[in-house]
């Protein structure tokens, strides 16, 4: 870990949007998932949630490379799981879907707490998607086809809510309280001593300006007699 790496995964955390996120309704196609996972951590979302069967989630994660190690996604067995919890804390429900009641993308207010409900390749938002939203919104089209592929339609409304959160200042001071923060960057910088730490109930250890630890020769040797001896250092 060079101080430079060190320093660029403390900015990303420091973007990161706590109470932005994605909810995908039965997306299905890893490819899209996977796009989405990539738009989502570029605008600053740390965690984003997919309701899908277990077995294709498995499938997404078995292709998943790259941002998904900045991404936390977590699966629902249904959309109603995924949504309520967030409704429950606060969040806005903003599904993309065109009906009687939609509105521009561009007319919601992303700097609230959001989740963006994302739909199916071929039946786009569930019904039970629907009743749980508090806003309709959809991106127009001007062309002769009716709808974006759901990665694409996803990078569009994102940017929008990069736009205005920018503008808001949400972007300019860490907003992820102590807790996360410092786990979430011992995990990103040290991921196989982390793992470590888990598998063995171990506290994470203090990391210097470089991203290593403090003391690591100490700490080593304060573990030494547990099971330190089979981490391979
Ligand atoms: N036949 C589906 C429908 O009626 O919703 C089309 C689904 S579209 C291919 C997949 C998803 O992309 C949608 O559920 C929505 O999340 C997103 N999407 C595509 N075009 C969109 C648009 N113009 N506005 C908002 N969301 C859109």
């Given at each position: 870990?060079?101080?430079?790496?060190?320093?660029?995964?403390r900015q990303v955390l420091e973007c990161r949007q706590p109470d932005l996120t994605i909810v995908t309704d039965n997306v299905h196609k890893s490819r899209n998932l996977s796009a989405i996972v990539r738009t989502a951590d570029a605008a600053g979302i740390g965690k984003m949630y997919c309701a899908m069967p277990d077995k294709d989630y498995k499938a997404f994660r078995g292709t998943?490379?790259?941002?998904?190690s900045w991404v936390s996604v977590q699966r629902k067995p249904d959309v109603s799981a995924a949504l309520i919890p967030l409704k429950e804390q606060g969040y806005q429900v903003l599904a993309t879907h065109l009906a009687s009641d939609s509105v521009d993308f561009r007319e919601a207010d992303y700097t609230r707490p959001t989740v963006i409900l994302l739909g199916a390749e071929k039946l786009g938002v569930s019904v039970a998607g629907c009743?749980?939203?508090d806003m309709h919104i959809t991106i127009p089209m001007r062309g002769m086809v009716q709808s974006f592929n759901v990665s694409v339609a996803a990078g569009i409304i994102l940017a929008e809510a990069e736009r205005?959160?920018?503008?808001?200042?949400?972007?300019?001071?860490?907003?992820?309280?102590?807790?996360?923060?410092?786990?979430?960057?011992?995990?990103?910088?040290?991921?196989?001593?982390?793992?470590?730490?888990?598998?063995?109930?171990?506290?994470?250890?203090?990391?210097?300006?470089?991203?290593?630890?403090?003391?690591?020769?100490?700490?080593?040797?304060?573990?030494?007699?547990?099971?330190?001896?089979?981490?391979?250092?």
């Open positions: 870990m060079t101080a430079a790496r060190f320093q660029r995964l998943a490379m790259g941002s998904h009743e749980l939203a205005q959160r920018q503008l808001a200042g949400l972007y300019a001071n860490r907003r992820l309280d102590d807790k996360t923060y410092y786990r979430t960057l011992f995990e990103w910088a040290q991921p196989k001593l982390s793992e470590y730490c888990r598998e063995n109930g171990l506290a994470y250890p203090a990391l210097d300006d470089d991203g290593e630890l403090v003391d690591g020769l100490a700490w080593q040797h304060a573990v030494r007699d547990d099971r330190a001896a089979k981490f391979d250092w």
